[in-house]
């Protein structure tokens, strides 16, 4: 099993310029997470999906969106990029009970 | 709501041990995880506990009292790979086996 694969790794985008975060897991679990990490600061919870075609908010989902039209990806949409989204994202998945993460994506906005 | 305290930063010596504190606030608590945060790496998971009382598992610990809103990491035998952020992690029964995560701890190990 690969578990869980984000691509691409790095990214440097200008302001508003627009990317897709691409998030795949092989262990069919139902649970999928996007997560942001700023310097220093914990994980805040961007959007989630409890199963394939269902979606929902998290903590800070403002200038995001995902799909979820299969079990293995969750891809994260990135439509209008601002300097406020440079960070590290982190998607995670689970079955249930504890999350499984990927190796992120680091992304810069300028 | 949710409300996670941790200490910010801890420094130990190799060979000892290292007890990190995290206290919560959650709303329909169900469990808690603690996690383990290289720099520049994903966290990966290391503990969870549903009940009151002491999980074992090598030279890592974790306790939890959930009358008191309370867990702790206890970290023995430190090696200097233990250098890194700790994430505390309660979870409540609202939908979408959601984690809500602390700051992190950040641990350093010294000689």
């Known amino acids: 099993n690969a578990g869980v694969t984000q691509t691409p790794k790095f990214r440097i985008l200008k302001i508003g310029q627009s990317m897709t975060l691409q998030c795949t897991q092989d262990?069919?679990?139902?649970?999928m997470y996007w997560y942001r990490q700023d310097p220093g600061m914990g994980l805040k919870l961007i959007y989630y999906?409890?199963?394939?075609?269902?979606?929902d908010k998290g903590e800070v989902p403002n200038g995001y969106n995902v799909s979820r039209s299969t079990t293995e990806d969750f891809p994260l949409r990135l439509e209008l990029a601002a300097p406020s989204q440079t960070s590290v994202y982190f998607c995670?998945?689970?079955?249930?009970?504890?999350?499984?993460f990927g190796p992120g994506t680091r992304l810069t906005v300028l | 709501g949710q409300n996670i305290d941790q200490p910010t930063e801890m420094t130990a010596t190799e060979g000892a041990i290292v007890q990190i504190n995290c206290t919560y606030q959650?709303?329909?608590?169900?469990?808690l995880f603690w996690y383990q945060q290289h720099a520049g790496e994903a966290p990966t998971f290391l503990s969870y506990?549903?009940?009151?009382g002491l999980e074992e598992k090598g030279r890592f610990s974790s306790f939890l009292s959930r009358s008191k809103g309370y867990s702790y990491l206890l970290l023995k035998e430190l090696q200097m790979k233990d250098s890194a952020s700790y994430l505390c992690?309660?979870?409540?029964?609202?939908?979408?086996?959601?984690?809500?995560f602390g700051t992190g701890t950040q641990l350093k190990v010294e000689l």
């Open positions: 995670a998945s689970s079955p249930s009970g504890g999350q499984f």
């Open positions: 262990m069919n679990h139902n649970y």
């Open positions: 999906s409890v199963g394939a075609g269902i979606t």
């Open positions: 959650t709303s329909g608590f169900n469990g």
């Open positions: 506990n549903v009940l009151d």
């Open positions: 992690a309660p979870t409540s029964t609202g939908g979408g086996n959601k984690l809500t």
